[in-house]
């Protein structure tokens, strides 16, 4: 029986554990867009890969077969899904967190291609959010909007060199109110998008506050346009040698940048509120496309190992027992992990972000090594070409091991849960107490008499 | 805000994902459960301790307080939840794998005496549904009815010394028929229960017909009761240090015994039918319960870690980093196996065991490693104590290793999901055909040209 | 060719980068010992087993076939081997640190019963050393002579119930001067030893002067025979389900004990000093024992996977690549292991246990877990055998898993090690400013600018 | 006190394990090597990335300043290190392995450069040593001398494309003989050093015999000059985003390439025993390089925690105990590996590489595995910064991971150790035997009976 178009790329055994919690509409549109990526996107990857030029230009090019992949999908109604109707009614569509954590997966299996081809991408997604959120009428009109329709696209400005900026209290940039105008001085870098000819605008996080007492509001946000005087993009960093053009990761200087007043996200001292509130969702969705990453490893490490013209030592690669055994433990993990995600979601959707707090930190700190392993095993069973240009899977492994780093790492997310499990503990002493009365009553009633 | 009493024992995220699954008949039973075993089992530990001599008499002891606690549970209505009322309508209660797979867990964090106090322990579960399905109305009436009703327990004969019984056809006992009786020949090991006084039937496997050309064929079962003439308890096996008494884990002598034809159980050469239809389910309880093993590890762990008494190098137990680590990293592994599981339950409720060996397999493999290794970190917060007598760990630890090779040893359950990934390649192969298909037709339409 | 005696014990790649350090004493001395332990002891072991009885005479028994290798051990030079002759002129022998450390993996080979039959056992070594080094001629002559000759044995008692004493500071047992008396009160548990019908002394460690503000000048140590009124041996601690009778590691009252003046050691105040003396080499010979036995386990582990009487689905145990991989890994896991233990002592040889502090650091936290997977492969590839009184497995694991906190737990092990190396920062910024300096007028002479 | 120079590279411990068995020359060379890696090469490292141009150039340069380093070195008679005089008396150098492997690590934590400097890169070594073994005098005098002098490089073309090459006879590339012509047709890959514009001469091996009954007697070598009519350099291949130009790793097609007969090496048929006689001790110079890159990022990740400008939540990094506890153990893994080399090093100057196969197989499988470990923690504690351009770390775990794949993947060597092992079944069961009919006899004596 050829397996359920939905399960091919999930698994029978995760969708079996929330399919009764997907509308009609979500399941319609998973459908689609499973369908929008395995026909659409996946065989246009060599091609947009062609339309990328090599040396300077890479930073200067809009692809164009991507453009046209975003007017499909559009049509077809696979557009900004991330954006919850619940959070955002004017302009999001009507999925939840769970239901998007699926498609998430769909799309992390695709590459960053398919996340852009339905307006999915990060930063774009989370900048979207806090325009949406946070923004005046006039900074919506200005840059939600054209963000929303895929016509420009946005960087977020928080990381800094120099600085341990997992720790945001870190942070460094001033940002100074001089008459009408603010004016912003720093030095960021691992700007993700900086690099994109199509980047208008970089939401930038600083300091306007640096001697207040409460180090959470010292910090405010402001929106920058890309070609405002005084902004240099230094350098695009390299993640293991790759450079992700035409996007990037840069690094950038502010030197002197005026920008009107009006251009202040939320208010004087909010900053920490506005990227507290970016951060939650973001990480399931980072999390659920890498799974679906992981699952693409493993799904051409089986084609690879049952090729039929790859004989070792008189076996095929498939009948070695240690291969035999990477993919059985790889399937695992990738199951486990999945429902880990998928659990996180749910709980968003029931308590917000705030209420989820613990299932996504333990999240973000399995789902990126678990995806690493499995990838790593795959590269091992593709030999030195597993590590070349000519498989996806040494690029993905790059990008993996950045999410260990990213939007803080793991040792930051593996500390706050288990501070969160420690509140636990008042609780299972009373409990544990409680039972301990019960004990004693009985060996009382029973008249057994105990050392100590 | 307390949490939930049914949070309390699982974890609210997992809940989350299967509430909805459960019906308003398994709710009330699960409360009544987690209650029973929390203020009348665990209380009632020390006393049943007590209550279980030294030496030799060990083995001829019916701990008094087990006994009462049964007569509670059957008023309540916590009796044989594990029968499942579909697949047994006579006698079953109405609860799905998945309902009965959260009160396993339950069940497994209070520890042996919880399971026989609603007589849901192994063996007898699985001989009582073996017996269900595959006996007589006579062997019903005489061994499955006091076996339902708690008066007796039984033994389930299958693991031989000398042998590598994890491939069963290997087994060498032989059961022959001799006009009109059965005799058994073989040594046994590793027969749970068989030490117990209460212990009155054997259910043994052995070969019947050696030379027959289908290897599966070969195999009969008999019910041997305890007392037969020729059947000699050579000695109890040791897990570590453990003797597990009274019920044990025996070394068995059948020497010429005799039992009438009627005695033989489904037919002849049926034998491998019937431990196949034993398996599936029961792995999933093994699992479940070791899940209430670990989560208690860890919830022991967190009270050790936090009592204001323990201070070592200035710094109480939790604020070592190493120490808070382990604790976030085993509340993940624990959420990620306990999913794994709840899954593969559901699993066998929409397509029967057979249907769900690869989820199965996987929950086989992965969840005692992940309790042996939390349990292993709560020993190591507690010090000596945790390898001693004082804490349940060891013992609990002894008891998960066991588990890595009892009903097939990891090896062979890794061998099994990683040969049924296989065999997902030739559906990936198909798809990949078809993505270079349309891959090809997008580079002829854009004009590209790529060497080999 | 047949491997030299030597080498098929010890490993020859390990052998050759030690065997011009040893001298050729101890290389004659290594070939005895070696011969002893395989053609005296190894056969030995069974008929120990069963002269010691079940119940509570375990406690009250010397078992007579000991009794006769430490006979024929002294005949043949093979005694006292741990005492060396450079610290203790009086009575050591003349062998390094290096030298011992080869024949402790022989004697951890041979199980406890070997170390005994040449009279190295733990805690007796410690203890001798301390009696050796501190102890009055008075001491000596009533205590350490004996001890010497194997007449009697002796215990240890520092740990305590209802403590963390890895951080030895927090220790409670009261040590009082009362007139020409000493006054001591207090609970200890673990006390290896104490349980022995031969065992004559306790080494006791306590408070004498609990408000020093100096914390390391708190503590004495006396001497208190075993049979001193107040001195009751509470219970057996059983590690995993053991409790290592006759010897035993016991729980012990100490209430209003009373000893003479003479019996304190060294002096008031000095058990700090006392206790540091007797740790490092014997450290190391613990881990040499480990791998002794980890060695054991793997050859055990070799002879089971190639038995031909074992198949499972077809092939024999070593044909499965997972099996194979597993040898291949506790070959590698053991050979750096001892090298490490090895590159340990020779840094006591040549600076002294004080200067050798990070090594045996390192051995003491890598060697246990090292050793403890080596025997839970081997567990694993005996199946239920594995876990069973049937192979030495699961009680070496038992002991092997008490390591990892007898001596301080891993964690204590680590951060020493780590703390040591973030000593070596000083050093490595240094040399990199150098460096950097040099690569400035580098860059000067060929005319670079670089930004920043 | 300071480090002894040599100490501050290797590690006190290790060094005291080795120094008696190193010469006074050795001794010399390798603290005039240790300054001229520290004083000279790493100092360089910039200017030698700023002589590098970007695009296409890359590979049509000779960066000055190594060449710079490498008048400098021959002058301190730091030259052609790796060939042993001993094998090689007419060019090489009086060092042992285990001499030349502790200098391995001094040129590994310098960096390629460092090797280049010294002329002791690979391939250029390996392919000197088969010329040097096998070449004519008519070869040697063409290549060799030119290659001993650094003027020229070399690249060794084995890997193909399509063939799993770690399994030797599934190499396809054609040789074949034309009257006084060879003529060779293949497509290779992953040829070190084939893009850089200084290497003259391709070894290329492969099948002049296919259908040779004798698998490993179908295999040629031919000398191939670089610019032969008919070599084609296709791409270079890349190692996650790295290109490593100029030497580079590259695709080549060889299209009926013609050389004379003069050029075949050794016979026909001989390309196994050539391939077989290159890999030993190779293999050992590529751990200790690799040991020297892990101790490196150690050392560097030390310097980073302790930095005491970097501070989060309210500690240094150094502070957080998962921090302090990744150190240690990344100096126990480094320690424990860097002694399993030496002793393979060891092993191979007693035994020849024939004789310590097993030693060399695990010292390849163990290494870089373990280094891979150390530079991810380095990268983990470095932040986003480790990922990038600005360390040397990325770069390095990215030339580790394929070493777990070049000269086979760890799973060969992994079967071939774990095979060898099993070697030592037979000496082992008899062993056991004797061991058996002793304690039998013991058994008999003491008049004990066992059951079985």
Redesign the interface.
Known sequence: M??HPIE?ITS???W???E??FSPYAKETLAKLIAFV??EV??????AH??LP??EDRWKTVIP?IEELKVKARKLGLWNLFLSKTQYPKHGVPLTNLEYAVMAEVLGRGGPMASQAVNCSAPDTGNMEVLAKYGTSEQQKQWLVPLLDGRIRSAFAM?ER?V?S??AT?IRTSIKREGNEIVINGRK??ISGAGDPRTKIHIVMGKSDPNNSNVHQQQSVVLVPADAPGVTI?RP???????DAPEGHCEILYENVRVPLSNLVLGWGKGFEIIQGRLGPGRIHHCMRSIGLAQRA??TM??R??DP?????GKY??Q??????D???S??DI???R??V???A??ID?HQAKG?L??I??AK??VPSMALQVVDRA??AF??E?????QFL??A??GL??L???DG???????????R??K??T???K??QE?????E???VK?N?K??L
Request: hydrophobic share 45%; proline share 3%.
């Open positions: 050829a397996p091919a029978p055994s995760s079996a554990m929330v009764d919690k395995e026909e996946i065989p246009a990857q060599k091609v062609h339309q090599e040396g077969i990381t120099f341990s997992s720790d870190n870098w691992w230094v960093m390299r993640v293991f040698g790759y450079d493993l799904d089986i084609q190992v049952t013209s790859r004989k070792t030592f690669l498939h070695h027992g240690t291969v035999l055994a993919i059985a433990k399937r695992a199951e486990g992990a429902l880990l998928l659990s996180a749910l709980q029931k989820a613990k299932e930190g333990i700190f399995v590269i091992q030999g030195a597993g590590v070349s240009q000519d040494a690029e492994w790059a091991r950045t260990r780093l990213a790492p793991d040792e930051v997310h593996i500390r706050q849960v288990g501070q499990e420690l636990r503990a609780h299972l002493v409990k544990a039972s301990k009365k019960r004990e009553a009985l060996l029973h057994i105990t050392s």
